[in-house]
């Protein structure tokens, strides 16, 4: 579905990607782990549009989506889902959920899938009208994933989904992430709670200082012994 | 039991109709860990938002050391050694790493402003020292590589490393960290903790907001639960991770893994 | 590096009249010099704090008020038969005492804008700059009102044992503005290089940090507005002593408009920018006049300005001196990526 080749990135003068090859195929979850720096959130911002590669390509579902624009990304079918809690602080809770919508029009659908987001974080429902600035860290991160499913993506990319999350919300993400693999949507996931992603991902891909060093199924990366040391904490 | 340095007395917060605190009510004593957690939104920010003047208490009051603190600004809190960091990530942006450590080293360059101005000995050797303190701050947090670098430029996590080292700078003796660890992997964790365990072997007491519960379980002397703003639970962490209404309300069922 | 870049710039400063004897332009240089020094004032404010004082050019006509009236001397009745009566003290006194009142009125403002809170700052100073040209307008006895104050004495120097000099000719008041302006680069460049101008960094950069790590917000910039507006004070004395004639329109708000785009154009936060802004845009109206008509000057005035910014948004100092490599070495910049969110994007 999505193949990267020799992707490299770059802000002013500091290579943060020097070629990275991975490939997402349709309906699977795809973990991407590595260190503070190693690139993670580089490579989904690339994917996204919102910083271009200075050399190597991107192929999504047969089209050459290299350098193309965020917006263009956006409607062939990839959310991005950022880090670090991003909400439009003025608006309220309902107002950023719909505006995650903003390219659809099946207005009746769009109204189901809030309360769907609603009913798996009842949090939010209970702060529709607040403003999302003063929501709670956790409350924004929801808020940050309920609306990235809103546009109903083909590709969604979360970037450390459960950071800041109560222990039993961040098992009722991962329960949604696995959910919507499982509808068949494709997910890209940057986790640092490793052995999470690792347990529950398809494929997995480990990036250290802007290069892919390992791949392989989950299973196999958590019994081996660099990632054990280096990411799992023993 | 350790002397008490901060007391939270019956503090009660209010957002027109929320209640975010009501009849907060605990201690911590000198040299503790005490964790303070609870489920999203409970209220543990808005704790620290009190405790550190940026909020104005409905009700109640905050002690430490024997100071009321109701009233006084932030910076008068942090004059006192009350330190703390924040949730969002929180840098200087267009300064350099090393520049955002000296520019919270603030409290440690207090000099006449004639002295700094002519550079004279006192304010040289002053400003050698905060020099020498950033680079072993840095050194420290392990990010020496970046030390040139905008702090604007950093990965999300070597932000948070930023973050906690202005508070050290600050030369806190007791600190509020809100979720120091959140967007570090288990193993950057584990070295955080030593980090941690250090700071308050050096006499620095400490007061913890994380949702990493392995961390939390590990390090704390005592935890505070928090729900809707109330306090549900307060104790060891033994005790804690075994409260049934803890597992409810908070951790869930993973928790037995924690 | 830059420091030699200053040495050579203050040395290229000190050697103008070397070779430029044309009274006209020296005129214009010593005009563009006092009013650099006031741009450099302005600039602490405005790019060391982020405070814009749109009123700022009131410390620098109270410094010429204080100084002017300091070495004439004045009669005024209060109340009754109650006159308060000043004798004329040497135009130096009237210098220093220019510095301190205009500090003070620095420290009164800032107290009163920013213990309220950053944003009322420029409200503040608008309207104390309004207040202070009425007074000078209505208070007739004191000022003369719109009949200005005339026969300023020049400024005298005592030279221990080579008696008084008084500083009369153009080429004399050059190098007292030169001597001026160094003075204030160097103590703003300390100033900005102190523990006390990482707090103003810190401040404007992020506040809810800064006080979090005890940096005091009202000190911190009512120090950098009682800095600024005595070197404004001191600009003022300057002019006073050199026009030897102020009426209440120095208070004019284009004068302050003018600090301002001297400081944009050259870049504030930086410490050259108010010099190199202040050259050419001190310098331009002089080559200007003799080629064109008012409008037409006025004109290529705003257009020249719009050209710089277009070209150097930062302005042109913060802008060029990385390519000449000018500017302390800085690794990694932050590259601005515009993090979008979904619906953001759409
Ligand atoms: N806006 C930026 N400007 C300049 N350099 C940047 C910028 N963003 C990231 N970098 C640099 O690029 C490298 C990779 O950063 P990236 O954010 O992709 O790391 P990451 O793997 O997501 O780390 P983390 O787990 O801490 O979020 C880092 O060295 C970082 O300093
Ligand atoms: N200014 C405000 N107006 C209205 N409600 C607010 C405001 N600030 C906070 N709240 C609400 O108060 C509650 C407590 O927020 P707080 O930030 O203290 O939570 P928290 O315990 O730190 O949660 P988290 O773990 O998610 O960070 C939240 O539900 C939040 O929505
Ligand atoms: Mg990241
Ligand atoms: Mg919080």
């Given amino acids: 579905m999505l193949e990267i080749r020799d992707m490299v990135c770059a802000y002013g003068q500091v290579t943060a990607l020097k070629g990275v090859t991975l490939s997402v195929k349709a309906g699977q979850l795809v973990a991407l782990i590595g260190a503070n720096g190693a690139g993670k959130s580089t490579t989904l911002r690339a994917i996204s549009g919102l910083v271009p590669p200075r050399s190597g390509s991107m192929i999504f579902e047969g089209e050459d989506i290299t350098g193309a624009s965020p917006q263009r990304v956006l409607t062939r079918g990839i959310a991005h889902c950022p880090e670090g809690r991003r909400v439009f602080p003025h608006m309220t809770v309902a107002e950023n959920l719909d505006m995650g919508a903003y390219l659809r029009s099946d207005t009746s659908a769009i109204a189901t899938d809030r309360d769907r987001i609603y009913g798996e974080f009842p949090r939010l429902a209970d702060r529709k009208k607040q403003a999302a600035g003063t929501l709670s860290g956790g409350e924004q991160q929801m808020l940050a994933i309920g609306r990235a499913l809103m546009s109903r993506p083909r590709l969604v990319m979360f970037d450390e989904p ?24 494709t997910v890209l996931l940057v986790e640092q709670n490793a052995f999470a992603a690792l347990e529950m991902c398809d494929h997995a891909y480990l990036l250290e200082a802007g290069r892919v060093v390992l791949s392989g199924a989950g299973a196999d990366l958590i019994e081996n012994e660099h990632v054990r040391r280096a990411y799992l904490g023993g | 039991m350790a002397e008490t340095v901060l007391s939270i007395e019956h503090v009660g917060v209010q957002f027109g109709g929320l209640v975010a605190l009501s009849d907060l009510d605990f201690t911590v004593g000198e040299g503790q860990i005490v964790s303070l957690i609870g489920p999203n939104g409970a209220g543990k920010t808005t704790a620290f938002n009190v405790m550190t003047g940026f909020l104005d208490p409905t009700e109640g009051m905050v002690k430490y050391r024997g100071a009321v603190l109701n009233g006084l600004k932030p910076h008068e809190i942090a004059d006192l050694g009350l330190i703390r960091t924040f949730q969002r990530t929180s840098v200087f942006p267009r300064d350099t790493v090393f ?160 | ?154 400024i005298t120097v005592g030279l221990p044992g080579l008696g008084y000099l008084v500083l009369k000719t153009k080429l004399q008041n050059y190098y007292l503005v030169l001597a001026v302006a160094a003075a204030a680069y160097f ?10 101008g990482r707090a103003m960094r810190g401040l404007m950069e992020n506040e809810t940090l800064a006080v979090a790590v005890g940096i005091d917000v009202t000190k911190t910039l009512t120090l950098a507005a009682v800095i600024s507006a005595g070197i404004a004070g001191a600009a003022g004395s300057l002019y006073a002593h050199y026009i030897r004639i102020i009426d209440p329109d120095v208070f004019a708000f284009i004068n302050t408009v003018t600090m301002v785009i001297m400081v944009v154009s050259g870049g504030k936060g930086s410490l050259a920018g108010p010099v190199v802004g202040g050259v050419i845009f001190g310098l331009l109206p002089v080559f200007l006049r003799p080629v064109m008509p008012p409008e037409a000057q006025w004109i290529t005035y705003g257009g020249v300005l719009i050209l710089i910014l277009f070209v150097l948004p930062k302005g042109i100092v913060p802008s060029l001196a990385p390519r000449l490599g000018l500017s302390r070495a800085k690794g990694n910049k932050a590259v601005k990526v515009t993090e979008r969110t979904a619906g953001e994007r759409a």
């Fill in chain 2, 99 to 258: 520049d955002n450590v000296l520019i919270g080293l603030h409290r440690q360059g207090k000099l006449g402003l004639v002295e700094a101005i002519l550079g004279l000995p006192r304010a040289r050797a002053s400003e050698r020292a905060q020099r020498e303190r950033a680079a072993e701050l840095v050194r420290w947090i392990g990010l020496e590589a970046r030390a040139n670098d905008l702090a604007g430029s950093l990965s999300y996590g070597e932000q948070r490393l930023v973050g906690v080292a202005l508070a050290l700078a600050a030369q806190p003796s007791m600190l509020l960290l809100d979720e120091p660890v959140s967007g570090m992997n288990a193993s950057e964790t584990h070295t955080f903790v030593q980090l941690i365990r250090n700071i308050r072997d050096r006499g620095v007491t400490i007061l913890l907001v994380e949702h990493d519960m392995p961390m939390v379980m590990s390090v704390s002397d005592r935890i505070v639960v928090l729900n809707y703003g109330r306090i549900i639970a307060a104790g060891a962490p033994e005790t804690i991770r075994n409260d049934p209404a803890v597992i409810e309300a908070y951790l869930g069922q993973g928790a037995k893994r924690a």
């Fill in chain 3, 1 to 154: 590096m830059n420091q030699i870049a200053t040495l050579i710039s203050l040395a290229v400063f000190a050697s103008v009249p070397l070779w430029l004897q044309d009274p006209y332009l020296l005129n214009a240089l010593i005009t563009t010099g006092i009013f650099i020094i006031g741009a450099m004032s302005l600039n602490l404010l405005l790019g060391f704090t982020g405070q814009l004082s749109l009123g700022h050019i009131a410390f620098f006509g109270i410094g010429a008020y204080v100084s002017a009236l300091t070495s004439l001397g004045f009669d005024v009745g209060i109340v009754g038969d109650f006159h308060i009566v000043h004798v004329p003290w040497p135009p130096i006194v009237g210098f220093v005492l220019a510095i301190v009142i205009s500090g003070f009125c620095g420290y009164l403002v800032g107290r009163l804008s920013f213990s309220v809170r950053g944003a009322y700052f420029v409200i503040v100073t608008i309207s104390f700059a309004e207040v202070v040209r009425l007074v000078a307008l209505n208070w007739v006895e004191l000022t003369q009102g719109p009949l200005a104050l005339t026969n300023i004495p020049s």
């Fill in chain 1, 162 to 185: 459960s950071l800041g999350l109560a222990p039993n919300i961040v098992e009722r993400t991962f329960a949604i992430i696995r959910a919507i693999r499982d509808a068949g949507t």
């Fill in chain 3, 187 to 196: 103590l703003i460049s300390r100033l900005v290089h102190s523990h006390f």
